[in-house]
């Protein structure tokens, strides 16, 4: 285990400099002490955080208070360590800005050892808030999410930025989870804006790629990227053509609307289905890499008074109203899981279940994301 870094600011890099002006008077040496600050920046997240990127986005002038934490191995490293495929790396850094908000950096390795099963979330979350985040594309496996909350007299607004790395060894992955959160953020909404937060997430993936020996293929610089699909931004199902194409209709359950996102290559896919008027019937999500290991290790925790959970079979049922289905990947160090819930406020979905149809939708939304990622065609639950 690396040691946490002291923190270090400016100010604190002025006094140190000072006190080295000092002692250089008393001993008749020259000593030129500065930068420290940058230095400590420089180190951030083991080396591979884009030092002018997060000034960009904090501001060239910033004071910064700068935290680390390094644990673990990955790839090689943890084979030789554990004699099997476990990666144990976790390395987070935070730079913080007074007055303007900070940046978060978490990195893990996938797959990770399976005796941290059972102890909360395994890897940073993508927020899952009433929007559905958006697929980066442009080559790349990766998620962007966005949210603006007002606080006393200005909005802060949080962008995170998920990037997964599917390494070309053993089906090892990497997944840099970037958050920044902007006092007085109003800038979320300008599509001019949102790449600065994006780059930031591609720029440290492609230096995690090269520090960690990953050996992933990269995508390209991403120059737009989209806001999450709000909850009144729902269509006609039968003209999905994202997350939710080819999933049916059903009278009986008076599923007629969609709210979905492109379907680029996601870790993470989500399609909520719902009635005329846009109110939520069924959330359909599809998990690949590090986010079905992560779910998996959940309904481990969560659900072990069940019979049988999505972490012992490919398929199944689970609960009043919910159903799973697997599919093997390639290179995957966890098989996909789709799931399908009841999503219906008041209940009336969990009261009246209409398992065939959930069957059916279910069936459609996993062959149709299997196949836009090369997977093998799903296992589903029987009746």
Same mark, same amino acid.
């Given at each position: 285990?690396? =040691?946490?870094?002291?923190?270090?600011?400016?100010?604190?890099?002025? !006094?140190?400099?000072?006190?080295?002006?000092?002692? *250089?008077?008393?001993?008749? *040496? &020259?000593?030129?002490?500065?930068?420290?600050?940058?230095?400590?920046?420089?180190?951030?997240?083991?080396?591979?955080?884009?030092?002018?990127?997060?000034?960009?986005?904090?501001?060239?002038?910033?004071?910064?208070?700068?935290?680390?934490?390094?644990?673990?191995?990955?790839?090689?490293?943890?084979?030789?360590?554990?004699?099997?495929?476990?990666?144990?790396?976790?390395?987070?850094?935070? &730079?913080?800005?007074?007055?303007?908000?900070?940046?978060?950096?978490? &990195?893990?390795?996938?797959?990770? /050892?399976?005796?941290?099963?059972?102890?909360? +979330?395994?890897?940073?979350?993508?927020?899952?808030?009433?929007?559905? #985040?958006?697929?980066?594309?442009?080559?790349?496996?990766? =998620?962007?999410?966005?949210?603006?909350?007002? =606080?006393?007299?200005?909005?802060?607004?949080?962008?995170?930025?998920?990037?997964?790395?599917?390494?070309?060894?053993? $089906?090892?992955?990497?997944? &840099?989870?970037? +958050?920044?959160?902007?006092?007085? !953020?109003?800038?979320?909404?300008?599509?001019?804006?949102?790449?600065?937060?994006?780059?930031?997430?591609?720029?440290? !993936? +492609?230096?995690?790629?090269?520090?960690?020996?990953?050996?992933?293929?990269?995508?390209?610089?991403?120059?737009?990227?989209?806001?999450?699909?709000?909850?009144?931004?729902?269509?006609?199902?039968?003209?999905?053509?994202?997350?939710?194409?080819?999933?049916?209709?059903?009278?009986?359950?008076?599923?007629?609307?969609?709210?979905?996102?492109?379907?680029?290559?996601? /870790?993470?896919?989500?399609?909520?289905?719902?009635?005329?008027?846009?109110?939520?019937?069924?959330?359909? @999500?599809?998990?690949?890499?590090?986010?079905?290991?992560?779910?998996?290790?959940?309904?481990?925790?969560?659900?072990?008074?069940?019979?049988?959970?999505?972490?012992?079979?490919?398929?199944?049922?689970?609960?009043?109203? !919910?159903?799973?289905?697997?599919?093997?990947?390639?290179?995957?160090?966890?098989?996909?899981?789709?799931?399908?819930?009841?999503?219906? %406020?008041?209940? +009336?979905?969990?009261?009246? #279940?209409?398992? %065939?149809?959930?069957?059916?939708?279910?069936?459609?939304?996993?062959?149709?994301? %299997? @196949?836009?990622? $090369?997977?093998?065609?799903?296992?589903?639950?029987?009746?």
């Amino acid at each position: 285990m690396a =040691l946490t870094r002291p923190t270090l600011t400016r100010r604190g890099a002025r !006094a140190l400099a000072a006190a080295a002006v000092a002692l *250089a008077a008393l001993t008749g *040496a &020259i000593v030129w002490f500065a930068g420290s600050e940058d230095r400590a920046l420089d180190g951030a997240c083991d080396g591979v955080l884009p030092v002018g990127d997060v000034r960009s986005v904090l501001g060239e002038d910033a004071e910064l208070d700068v935290t680390n934490r390094t644990e673990g191995a990955f790839g090689d490293k943890a084979a030789k360590s554990g004699g099997k495929r476990a990666n144990s790396l976790s390395v987070r850094c935070r &730079i913080a800005a007074e007055g303007t908000g900070h940046i978060a950096v978490t &990195i893990a390795g996938s797959p990770r /050892p399976r005796a941290e099963y059972g102890y909360g +979330e395994l890897y940073a979350a993508v927020p899952a808030s009433h929007t559905l #985040p958006v697929p980066l594309g442009n080559g790349w496996s990766g =998620l962007f999410a966005a949210e603006t909350a007002r =606080l006393d007299d200005a909005e802060d607004g949080t962008a995170t930025t998920a990037v997964l790395l599917d390494c070309a060894r053993r $089906g090892d992955s990497l997944l &840099i989870t970037v +958050e920044t959160a902007l006092r007085g !953020a109003t800038t979320l909404d300008d599509p001019a804006v949102r790449p600065d937060f994006v780059r930031t997430a591609t720029a440290t !993936a +492609e230096a995690a790629n090269d520090h960690w020996g990953c050996g992933a293929r990269l995508g390209t610089p991403v120059r737009t990227v989209g806001l999450p699909v709000n909850e009144d931004e729902y269509e006609p199902l039968l003209g999905a053509k994202g997350t939710c194409a080819a999933v049916p209709t059903a009278s009986r359950s008076a599923v007629s609307t969609a709210r979905e996102t492109a379907r680029d290559r996601a /870790p993470r896919e989500s399609c909520v289905l719902g009635t005329r008027d846009g109110s939520p019937l069924y959330r359909l @999500e599809a998990y690949y890499g590090p986010y079905a290991e992560d779910a998996r290790s959940q309904y481990t925790r969560d659900y072990d008074y069940e019979n049988v959970t999505p972490a012992e079979k490919p398929a199944g049922r689970l609960g009043q109203s !919910a159903y799973w289905a697997g599919a093997t990947c390639p290179r995957g160090a966890e098989s996909a899981l789709y799931l399908i819930r009841a999503a219906d %406020a008041d209940g +009336e979905t969990r009261r009246r #279940p209409d398992l %065939a149809y959930e069957r059916a939708a279910l069936a459609a939304f996993a062959a149709a994301s %299997a @196949e836009h990622h $090369g997977c093998a065609s799903p296992s589903l639950p029987g009746g």
